[in-house]
């Protein structure tokens, strides 16, 4: 199986293109810059894995357009969206410099569906496809000052339902899975304090934050040639957004 997976430099990304080389798949991993995917292909190497590299800028996909097509051309079974741009969550919606607003839509949003529009028509001609959005609790729970986040990652989920509808009788199968709080390097400013990790800790049924290892075999059935899963939601959030009275009651 032939998969691409966006965002390939993050841990979740890593953790996913893991798991799908030891299973013996042929793995393209994309960045958004031709220095940034060499140092990305460096990091796999270090582990004794290779891995093939696509240069995906979500804020110019269409820059990728000759390269896609070529990858398209020898057969993409699987597409993993992993891929999201670096935005601070620091404002209140209406507070968000609208700027920042369309820069987050065009990238994390438009850029999105750039490529699930030239990916759909290979994967419809060849009927076998198998799409995975990862996406977050925060559609289910709401983040504060995460509303560009929520609001692009909330489209999506609605997008795979939808593209589970119209493609399914292709073999094409859209599904999502939801992520909660995990120990990654963009999340360690939150999870390198440990009064937060205790508090949330406490709060998440499990009793413990998410690791990138969690996330590899969660997809196994999801890319599955042999499979009935089509349109839905996998959570894999220790247990969010249900939470230990217990743990908000502690002071």
Same mark, same amino acid.
């Given at each position: 199986m032939r998969v691409l997976i966006t965002g390939g430099s993050s841990d979740i990304g890593r953790s996913i293109a893991r798991r799908r080389l030891a299973l013996g798949d042929e793995v393209i991993v994309t960045a958004s810059s031709a220095e940034s995917l060499e140092e990305t292909r460096a990091r796999y190497r270090a582990e004794g894995l290779e891995v093939r590299g696509l240069v995906l800028d979500l804020s110019a996909?269409?820059?990728s357009e000759a390269a896609l097509s070529? /990858? /398209?051309a020898e057969g993409l079974q699987g597409l993993v969206l992993n891929a999201w741009t670096r935005r601070p969550p620091l404002y209140r919606f209406h507070e968000l410099p609208q700027e920042a607003l369309e820069a987050d839509v065009t990238a994390n949003l438009m850029g999105n569906l750039w490529l699930l529009r030239r990916v759909l028509p290979s994967m419809v001609e060849a009927r076998w496809g198998r799409i995975v959005f990862i996406s *977050? &609790? *925060? =559609? &289910? @729970?709401?983040t504060g000052r995460y509303g560009a986040y929520v609001l692009c990652k909330s489209a999506l989920e609605g997008l795979m339902? @939808? /593209?589970a509808v119209d493609y399914g009788d292709f073999n094409v199968l859209a599904n999502t899975v939801r992520l909660g709080i995990f120990k990654t390097e963009r999340t360690r400013k939150y999870w390198s304090k440990p009064r937060y990790v205790e508090r949330m800790s406490g709060v998440i049924p499990q009793g413990t934050l998410g690791e990138p290892e969690? %996330?590899?075999e969660v997809l196994d059935p999801l890319l599955s040639a042999h499979q009935y899963i089509n349109g839905a939601v /996998?959570? %894999? =959030?220790g247990g969010l957004p249900m939470f230990r009275l217990e743990g908000v009651l502690r002071t």
């Open positions: 996909p269409a820059m070529e /990858l /398209l *977050s &609790v *925060s =559609t &289910v @729970n709401g339902r @939808n /593209l969690h %996330v590899g /996998l959570d %894999v =959030t």
